[in-house]
């Protein structure tokens, strides 16, 4: 069954004649190195994303290496660079390197190939900018959670005294690189069982358990668990299947506004934006913490995300009959009179938008572009 599954989705990147590409290599759990591919393709009336590989790399993890496994697994299938159109990564060395990285292999193939940092990574990047100030509590917050998980007598016992002092949980999360996005919520729960885990660091060598009766500490992990929340849920609104890059930019733009206006609305005393934190004692006291780290996360985005603004270029492909929009691409123009234009406007509003381009095979070269 595998074999078959790997067989037609072969046969409909050799039909379709263009494809886009996401590589990544991580390492399992007996430390070998793996390299994994997702594929985004046209097929009938959609586009369509596939898982397309996962191969191990027998040598060093080397942006050569890389680019040797790729291409002799597109050997295999009879597919070629020339049929890549686009090609997303992340910035390790191994991939952005300008003489030997995975990249510049790709593109002395195909000089033409669209290639992009993804977005993903680059807002996870983001998500770690922080004073030291704060570094220091996540670190120290992280040391309490795993200390308890990480231990199942003591995981066991936690869970005990929580249901005897009637707490709203029982458990705390466990806290790893591999599951950042959980971060936030990793902070909420231990924020609102600090009283319960102060409790049981009585009897019990919890670290930095001196910490849980700081109020100003507490004020800051607060505010961690409020601004790592806002960053989960823009990361979680840009996955999914029919999310591309013009709606991704938009949510980035959207939540750089945001960010911007919750530095000022901090500035004038208000901190309505973070609800735990502001109802912290001391936390009044940490303002000019909380406007640093806002202030890190603004610039930060605006080093990621450069060419944010950029993304106004690509208005026709959102709303091709806007006549603001950049007409001098539009070959559609030229067919306004045309009976099919009604037929298209109504096409336009009923459809997906990349299953509009797809339908106007009137315009294939308008319609390429646009795919």
């Known amino acids: 069954m595998s074999e078959d599954i790997e067989q037609q989705l072969a046969e409909k990147l050799r039909v379709c004649g263009r494809f886009a590409l996401q590589i990544d290599e991580s390492t399992d759990i007996n430390g070998a190195a793996q390299l994994l591919a997702n594929v985004r393709y046209v097929d009938g009336d959609s586009i369509k994303e596939n898982f397309f590989f996962c191969t191990k790399m027998e040598r060093h993890r080397t942006g050569e290496e890389i680019f040797r496994v790729t291409n002799d697994y597109l050997k295999e299938n009879d597919l070629t660079w020339n049929m890549c159109v686009s090609l997303c990564t992340d910035g390790a060395a191994c991939m952005t390197g300008r003489v030997k990285g995975f990249i510049a292999k790709v593109t002395a193939q195909n000089p033409h190939i669209v290639t992009n940092h993804c977005i993903l990574h680059r807002e996870a990047l983001v998500a770690k900018t922080m004073p030291p100030e704060l570094t220091e509590v996540l670190d120290q917050a992280v040391q309490m959670v795993n200390y308890i998980k990480s231990r199942p007598l003591k995981s066991c016992l936690f869970s005990q005294l929580c249901a005897e002092m009637e707490a709203d949980h029982t458990s705390l ?199």
Not at 173 to 179: G, P
Not at 247 to 264: A, N
Not at 355 to 369: G, R
Request: a positive charge; aromatic letters at 10%; proline letters at 4%.
């Open 173 to 371: 999360i466990l806290h790893t690189e591999v599951r950042w996005l959980s971060r936030g919520k990793v902070m909420s729960r231990l924020y609102e069982l600090r009283e319960e885990l102060l409790e049981f660091s009585r009897k019990h060598a919890v670290p930095h358990k001196d910490k849980l009766a700081d109020q100003r500490w507490c004020a800051r992990l607060a505010y961690l668990a409020d601004i790592f929340r806002h960053l989960h849920e823009l990361n979680a609104k840009l996955q999914g299947r029919n999310e591309n890059i013009l709606s991704s930019t938009d949510k980035i733009r959207g939540f750089m506004g945001k960010l911007h206006l919750w530095h000022k609305t901090l500035e004038q005393g208000s901190m309505e934006m973070f609800p735990l934190a502001s109802a912290a004692p001391q936390a009044a006291r940490e303002r000019p913490l909380y406007a640093e780290h806002l202030q890190r996360l603004k610039e930060r985005f605006v080093r990621y995300f450069p060419r944010v603004a950029d993304i106004k270029e690509y208005d026709w492909i959102r709303d091709p009959f806007n006549q603001g929009s950049s007409t001098e691409k539009l070959t559609m123009k030229e067919s306004a009179q045309s009976s099919a234009w009604t037929a298209h406007k109504l096409k336009f509003n009923e459809l997906p938008l990349d299953q509009f381009w797809l339908a106007v095979s009137e315009y294939p070269n308008i319609a390429h572009l646009a795919i």
